[in-house]
């Protein structure tokens, strides 16, 4: 299937899906996650979740982290030129809901994009191979882009792989792991 195709796809199936469920769902893909090898990193960037659009609640990631004590960040987006600006996720973070239904650090500390060592990556399908359809805007492509080439970064999915998606565009990010609540899809790493 086309990008286009699988967006209206998942769109449709994460619509029945209750907020018990993505509570679930969501609490078996933070257990998944304790089983990489990315706990000895030290800036973790996470996205929070868009309620309306039914997004994995990343709450249970933050408190691994929190656990951890890791250094969490966040992103504010930037819609005129869709680029992400990344801060330090801290008990003093004032978070505002933006136009989008995105929540966002109204500021804060900023960190570099080369600081990163793990990013969480919201998606809405994946296939076999790393690639992965968002909602085609390409904040995320152009973020991860300017990371390392170290970075480590993790899709995360109710869903199974698909075989393939078509259509794939070299500006296009593979992730090197996909995380669901059954199983977690390791690729280029």
């Not at 650090?105 to 690639?131: M, T, Y």
């Amino acid at each position: 299937m086309n990008k286009t195709e699988l967006r209206a796809k998942y769109k449709a199936l994460r619509a029945v899906i209750n907020d018990q469920e993505i509570d679930d769902l969501s609490m078996d893909i933070a257990n998944q996650l304790l089983q990489l090898p990315i706990w000895e990193k030290t800036y973790y960037h996470i996205f929070l979740p868009i309620l309306k659009h039914k997004e994995i609640n990343t709450e249970f990631i933050l408190h691994i982290l929190q656990g951890k004590d890791k250094n969490v960040l966040v992103s504010k987006s930037n819609f005129e030129n869709q680029t992400l600006e990344h801060f330090l996720l801290t008990d003093a973070t004032v978070l505002q809901v933006n136009s989008w239904g995105i929540p966002e650090p109204v500021d804060g500390i900023p960190i570099p994009e080369h600081k990163i060592d793990v990013v969480f990556v919201p998606l809405l399908a994946f296939d076999q191979f790393g690639n992965r359809v968002g909602y085609g805007k390409g904040f995320y492509d152009k973020f991860l882009a300017k990371c390392n080439t170290e970075t480590i970064k993790i899709g995360l999915s109710f869903f199974s792989a698909e075989e393939e998606i078509e259509s794939i565009l070299s500006t296009d990010i593979c992730l090197d792991y996909c995380v669901t609540p059954l199983k977690t899809y390791r690729f280029k790493i």
